[in-house]
């Protein structure tokens, strides 16, 4: 993708950091927790694809290793994270469903950004 003549963005390049997690939410403690977490995703600038499902475009494997690492320092003491950075040409062969009817993959404008 071109941003402008001179900057040239590869999807080999930018990679997409997705965070998946299952966590407790039966006492209050819990739910405050995870309500933490879910809006600390979001102002570091996630989106939200599933409930507990959140993605978010970064500019190289060294921006993925940094956010994982501020992510890691902010996960609730009990539950599960998961964390997987996959490269926006991986991100593009992704097929998306509502109900049976196919919808194009779509890229939030963060791309801008860069």
Do not use: C
Request: hydrophobic share 40%.
């Amino acid at each position: 993708m071109i941003v402008d003549r001179d900057t040239w963005i590869s999807g080999y390049r930018t990679m997409w950091l997705m965070v998946m997690f299952d966590l407790p939410v039966v006492e209050k403690d819990e739910r405050k927790a995870a309500t933490g977490f879910r809006n600390y995703l979001l102002d570091e600038g996630f989106h939200m694809a599933q409930y507990s499902v959140y993605y978010r475009l970064l500019d190289g494997k060294e921006s993925v290793v940094a956010t994982e690492r501020r992510i890691m320092a902010k996960i609730p003491p009990r539950g599960s994270v998961q964390l997987l950075a996959i490269t926006d040409k991986q991100y593009e062969n992704m097929k998306v469903f509502n109900g049976r009817d196919q919808k194009p993959t779509e890229k939030p404008n963060q791309l801008v950004l860069f």
